[in-house]
């Protein structure tokens, strides 16, 4: 019939996706926030507007999606789980289909728990950890990096502290362990909490079809808070193990130092940490792939060494 709109893909989720591309054409805006839907019906019918015409969506880029940097309080350090779902919804609606994620472990006392280092003895099957060191993601009263200051909520003026319940605020991993953990059984209930946290984010980007990466910086030499010398095979295995049992992502990413922006090279300890990687890789033989990501491919000598 004349006044029938078909919507259609190679998989029930690219039909999906065109039913979206239909409703933009529509009126109807989608971003992260939420939807934008007009006040009044906009232009043509459907039938009219595509009367006689075959519309076929073929994104420029295979991959599309974000990058959320975690380390500062105005990034994705203070998400929650429901955070984290209205945003993945969103992005399908915009046939977004990756995030990835980043670790910094910058000194001793500060170390993000996305990733946790450790060996894989000390993996239990449920993706839980038997040891760990400490780690946090910003807080309220993480202060002395980026221009921060800690500052208690409960100073907070013109009615401000009234929206919180303790003066540290930051990730739900981190509950009753603001602005860092000091015992033992306080950093493995922060590496065990963000272990449960991230498999649910990460299953349901798999219910949307939105791949999903987490990794380290190399060295792993240089992850302050684990002496890694001359174990890093034995590093990564763990890792892995960790990975794949606590939420197992479709990529594990290497990054390339922060230095190489400046003039620091480490060209032979990143080439000693890929190789490291790979065969970690090929001996726990994990679900997801190897990857590389930022911050440069390469030191500032040779930008492409990577490539």
């Known amino acids: 019939a004349s006044n029938v709109v078909v919507c259609t893909g190679n998989h029930p989720r690219f039909a999906l996706q065109c039913a979206y591309r239909l409703a933009e054409h529509l009126g109807v805006r989608f971003s992260l926030h939420g939807d934008v ?3 009044r019906k906009l232009g043509p019918a459907p039938h009219l507007l595509f009367n006689g015409v075959r519309a076929i969506f073929d994104p420029l880029f295979e991959t599309r999606g974000l990058q959320p940097l975690h380390d500062f309080p ?7 789980i429901e955070d984290f779902k209205a945003t993945l919804t969103q992005m399908e ?6 995030i990835g994620f980043h670790t910094y472990c910058k000194t001793a006392d500060y170390c993000e728990p996305t990733v946790w280092v450790g060996l894989k003895e000390d993996v239990n099957e449920d993706g839980t950890v038997k040891t760990a060191y400490k780690s946090a993601y910003a807080s309220t009263l993480r202060g002395n990096y980026w221009g921060y200051t800690a500052v208690n909520t409960s100073d907070f003026k013109f009615g401000g502290k009234l929206m919180f319940e303790s003066d540290c605020y930051g990730s739900e991993v981190q509950a009753g362990a603001c602005p ?3 015992t033992d059984q306080e950093n493995l209930m922060v590496f065990n909490r963000a272990g449960s946290f991230w498999g649910e984010v990460v ?12 990794g380290n910086q190399a060295p792993l030499s240089d992850w302050f808070a684990v002496n890694t010398t001359g174990r890093t095979v034995e590093f990564y295995e763990g890792i892995f193990t960790r990975v794949e049992k606590a939420y197992p992502v479709d990529y594990y990413w ?3 130092p922060e230095e190489w922006l400046g003039g620091s090279s480490q060209v032979s300890e990143v080439t000693s940490d890929i190789a490291a990687m790979e065969q970690a890789h090929a001996n726990v033989k994990p679900s997801f792939q190897l990857a590389t990501c930022g911050w440069t491919p390469g030191p500032a000598n040779n930008r492409t060494y990577i490539g």
């Open 37 to 39: 839907i007009p006040d």
């Open 74 to 80: 105005d990034g994705v350090d203070w998400w929650t």
């Open 93 to 98: 609606k915009m046939t977004l289909n990756f």
């Open 180 to 182: 860092q953990p000091t």
């Open 203 to 214: 299953s349901y980007a798999k219910s949307l079809g939105i791949k999903t990466a987490v």
């Open 254 to 256: 290497l990054w390339m």
